[in-house]
């Protein structure tokens, strides 16, 4: 029979699940607050709902990866899920302008594709 080994729980381990359950309760208090408001509100708000669900998933998830000094700083902080959305919001410029240079570049790809069909229609 197979000796069953348990992993030994560090102060990391601790804090991890710390934050994630911080993180948990600020996002249902935010869709509890959410679904409170009117249809319309809610349409208004999409972004900032979809984007807080965003940043309560990476953050849950990089939370394995943080250190005990950071988890523990994080733990404390009030509202952090809020303070990273607005964060957020100020380098929406820099995404705006990652999408926007994305978007030229397909645009060069498909003309590249669209001229190399062209030329090869037009030889035939």
């Given amino acids: ?4 080994r348990l992993k030994e729980t560090t102060e990391q381990d601790i804090y991890g699940i ?3 359950e911080k993180l948990q309760a600020e996002w249902m ?3 509890r607050r959410m679904l409170k ?3 319309e509100d809610l349409i208004q708000n999409a972004y900032k709902i979809c984007t807080y669900r965003k940043i309560y998933q990476i953050m849950s998830d990089e ?5 005990t000094a950071q988890l523990k700083a994080l733990i404390v902080f ?3 899920l809020g303070y990273l959305f607005c964060r957020w919001l100020r380098q929406e410029d820099a995404e705006d302008e990652a999408l926007e240079n994305c978007l030229r570049s397909v ?3 498909l003309e590249k594709e669209h001229s190399g069909l062209q030329e090869k229609g037009g030889a035939a």
């Fill in 1 to 4: 029979m197979q000796e069953i």
């Fill in 18 to 20: 710390l934050f994630r």
């Fill in 29 to 31: 208090g935010f869709l």
């Fill in 37 to 39: 408001k009117s249809k």
């Fill in 63 to 67: 939370s394995h990866f943080m250190d």
């Fill in 78 to 80: 009030p509202g952090v």
């Fill in 107 to 109: 645009v060069l790809e």
